[in-house]
């Protein structure tokens, strides 16, 4: 088995498909999450569909020392961590605004201590979980890497805070590698339906809200806004499917092991979906229909932002294989199959659709990639 590798944030949305990921290249990952908003279920599910255990460090990175103690404890296990995916963090934008502080220390202050930790254990790789927030609002579509950097709230600004940080010091620090990647909006779920999006309360992003609704949870979408510069009137995003996003991060933790230096690209698919239309393909994949209610926009918000993935593809070759078909179709077998996300909050039980063996949920999923109308 390969290198081991840290994931902050394992127990979360992106993390446990990144542990799958990891797995399914050959590395042994360990997940590292204060389940705050993670969920030990995920990380067990994710095991099961790797075949192979994934240990879970419950862990809060804002304590001084805390990431010590784990890389002392795998370095005496004589399985030192190779590299770090860097994925924790606290992520709604309308909290960030109630409360920067929180922000700061969570997404700020967690990584310089994270950073320190990597230096004093001499971990030479990692990367970063970045975000399209960082751009603000754009003076250009599609946007590239060399866009102006201009976040409009603090979630955004702590993203560059660190983002930043990681360039100093790789400019202090020629021997580590790092790569920073710019997510544009994630949604849909591993094809076999046992892991995906689980938020806490009321979703904060449209596409989980349009499962939700789907399965009879909510019950209306509201749209903010259908008075914006687009061709239905509606925002218009760039989603990329959740298991291209994972991949993208085991090309870039390989590229940060061989190359020093700080990476900066965007993961995106590079074509612009309106709200609508995301709606509309999902109704027609799922044969289901999504009431609507249009609202007044809220504040903040822009008319239309997406990516230009060609760094990407040129330097990592990864490029979004998925469609919007395939992320709307396994987005609603993970909400129909778990209606009520994963199990209890400490993942200690089982949802509605129970627990299955890891032999059996392997198998499950191996049929469904094979198989499911991909």
Same mark, same amino acid.
């Given at each position: 088995?390969?290198?081991?590798?840290?994931v902050t944030?394992?127990?979360?949305?992106?993390?446990?498909?990144?542990?799958?990921?990891?797995?399914?290249?050959?590395?042994?990952?360990?997940?590292?999450?204060?389940?705050?908003?993670?969920?030990?279920?995920?990380?067990?599910?994710?095991?099961?569909?790797?075949?192979?255990?994934?240990?879970?460090?419950?862990?809060?990175?804002?304590?001084?020392?805390?990431?010590?103690?784990?890389?002392?404890?795998?370095?005496?296990?004589?399985?030192?961590?190779?590299?770090?995916?860097?994925?924790?963090?606290?992520?709604?934008?309308?909290?960030?605004?109630?409360?920067?502080?929180?922000?700061?220390?969570?997404?700020?202050?967690?990584?310089?201590?994270?950073?320190?930790?990597?230096?004093?254990?001499r971990i030479?790789?990692?990367?970063?979980?970045?975000?399209?927030?960082?751009?603000?609002?754009?003076?250009?579509?599609?946007? =590239?890497?060399?866009?102006?950097?201009?976040?409009? =709230?603090?979630?955004?600004?702590?993203?560059?805070?660190?983002?930043?940080?990681?360039?100093?010091?790789?400019?202090?620090?020629?021997?580590?590698?790092?790569?920073?990647?710019?997510?544009? =909006?994630?949604?849909?779920?591993?094809?076999?339906?046992?892991?995906?999006?689980?938020?806490?309360?009321?979703?904060?992003?449209?596409?989980?809200?349009?499962?939700?609704?789907?399965?009879?949870?909510?019950?209306?979408?509201?749209?903010?806004?259908?008075?914006?510069?687009?061709?239905?009137?509606?925002?218009?995003?760039?989603?990329?499917?959740?298991?291209?996003?994972?991949?993208?991060?085991?090309?870039?933790?390989?590229?940060?092991?061989?190359?020093?230096?700080?990476?900066?690209?965007?993961?995106?698919?590079?074509?612009?979906?309106?709200?609508?239309?995301?709606?509309?393909?999902?109704?027609?994949?799922?044969?289901?229909?999504?009431?609507?209610?249009?609202?007044?926009?809220?504040?903040?918000?822009?008319?239309?932002?997406?990516?230009?993935?060609?760094?990407?593809?040129?330097?990592?070759?990864?490029?979004?294989?998925?469609?919007?078909?395939?992320?709307?179709?396994?987005?609603?077998?993970?909400?129909?199959? =778990?209606?009520?996300?994963?199990?209890?909050?400490?993942?200690?039980?089982?949802?509605?659709?129970?627990?299955?063996?890891?032999?059996?949920?392997s198998a499950?999923?191996?049929?469904?990639?094979?198989?499911?109308?991909?």
């Amino acid at each position: 088995m390969g290198a081991t590798v840290m994931v902050t944030g394992g127990a979360g949305y992106i993390g446990s498909h990144v542990l799958v990921s990891l797995a399914e290249a050959g590395y042994r990952p360990v997940a590292v999450d204060d389940l705050s908003n993670g969920n030990r279920a995920a990380v067990e599910r994710a095991a099961a569909l790797a075949g192979q255990a994934i240990p879970l460090e419950v862990v809060d990175l804002t304590k001084e020392g805390a990431a010590d103690a784990v890389m002392h404890r795998y370095a005496s296990m004589e399985r030192p961590f190779a590299g770090i995916i860097h994925l924790a963090g606290r992520k709604a934008v309308g909290e960030s605004v109630a409360a920067p502080l929180k922000y700061y220390e969570s997404n700020v202050c967690a990584s310089v201590r994270l950073l320190r930790a990597m230096h004093r254990h001499r971990i030479r790789s990692m990367v970063f979980s970045s975000s399209a927030t960082v751009y603000g609002r754009p003076d250009a579509v599609p946007v =590239n890497e060399q866009a102006v950097l201009t976040p409009a =709230n603090p979630y955004g600004r702590t993203k560059l805070a660190i983002e930043e940080m990681l360039r100093d010091q790789s400019r202090a620090d020629r021997g580590l590698g790092v790569a920073i990647l710019r997510y544009f =909006n994630p949604i849909g779920a591993h094809a076999s339906g046992h892991i995906g999006e689980c938020p806490q309360g009321e979703p904060a992003n449209v596409f989980p809200y349009i499962t939700q609704v789907a399965a009879g949870i909510r019950d209306r979408l509201s749209i903010f806004g259908n008075d914006y510069d687009t061709a239905d009137g509606t925002g218009v995003r760039d989603y990329l499917h959740v298991m291209d996003l994972a991949e993208g991060h085991v090309l870039a933790l390989e590229h940060a092991f061989q190359s020093p230096g700080c990476l900066t690209l965007n993961l995106g698919t590079g074509r612009g979906v309106s709200v609508l239309e995301l709606v509309r393909t999902f109704e027609r994949v799922s044969g289901l229909r999504i009431p609507l209610h249009i609202a007044a926009r809220r504040p903040g918000d822009i008319d239309a932002i997406w990516a230009d993935p060609g760094l990407a593809a040129r330097i990592l070759g990864w490029q979004a294989r998925r469609t919007l078909d395939e992320m709307c179709a396994d987005g609603w077998r993970w909400q129909r199959n =778990n209606p009520k996300g994963y199990a209890d909050k400490d993942g200690s039980g089982a949802t509605e659709a129970g627990i299955v063996s890891a032999a059996r949920l392997s198998a499950v999923s191996k049929a469904a990639m094979a198989g499911d109308s991909k």
